[in-house]
């Protein structure tokens, strides 16, 4: 079944304490992106990649970092997170026209 | 990509037609329009896109005015599994990169 799979679901964590997200899919897709979505604001872009070590800044890429060693992951890494990183947060890859999302990750930073 | 402008929400009686409408009047010749909806909560879900002709799937239809600055989103038959947010975007097909997402609209779809 095509998928893009992101781990953990649910994650509640103190500042400061490194943490990292990953999104993983399995239809070969050279796109990868990270949202996050807080009530009011919408969804927003973190980082985007266009394919194996090539990243990019979205809108709100402060406090995050990303990596793309292999086409199949995007993890999401956050080296000291802060409350204000409290969200939920989307990964989405994609092929042609259509963009797959995740499940989402519910961060809750202390 | 052009800006697109939504309404703020709807609501639609179940088993009518949904009608969604979006303004996207800076578009450019080569954006296409996309349509994505968002269940409470779970990933944006891909339903429609198109140029400059009407597009139907099983999911909706898309009519595009002719002169392309807007747009409608038809469900035809809506569910109370259609409540959703959806979002109209417009974008370069193939082209990936920042892709934005605005407010949305949020249907509500009641029995």
């Known amino acids: 079944e095509a998928q893009v799979t992101q781990n953990p679901r649910y994650l509640i964590t103190v500042t400061g304490k490194k943490l990292t997200v990953t999104c993983s899919q399995n239809m070969n897709h050279e796109y990868m992106s990270w949202y996050r979505q807080d009530p009011g604001l919408g969804l927003r872009q973190i980082y985007y990649s266009m394919n194996v070590e090539v990243t990019d800044k979205g809108d709100v890429p402060e406090g995050y970092k990303v990596s793309r060693k292999e086409k199949r992951n995007f993890p999401l890494i956050l080296e000291s997170p802060s409350p204000n990183q409290t969200s939920l947060y989307f990964c989405a890859s994609g092929l042609n026209t259509e963009a797959f999302f995740g499940q989402g990750t519910r961060l809750t930073v202390v | 990509d052009a800006k697109t402008t939504q309404p703020t929400s709807m609501d639609c009686a179940e088993g009518r037609a949904a009608n969604l409408p979006c303004n996207h009047s800076?578009?450019?010749?080569?954006?296409?329009v996309y349509w994505y909806r968002q269940i409470h909560s779970q990933g944006p879900q891909y339903i429609i896109h198109?140029?400059?002709n009407n597009e139907t799937n099983e999911m909706a239809s898309l009519i595009i005015t002719e002169d392309r600055k807007s747009s409608t989103l038809i469900l035809p038959h809506a569910t109370l599994r259609d409540t959703a947010v959806y979002y109209c975007?417009?974008?370069?097909?193939?082209?990936?990169?920042?892709?934005?997402f605005g407010a949305g609209t949020q249907v509500v779809v009641t029995p």
């Open positions: 198109g140029l400059k």
């Open positions: 975007i417009v974008r370069v097909e193939h082209s990936w990169g920042k892709l934005q």
């Open positions: 800076t578009i450019s010749g080569n954006e296409y």
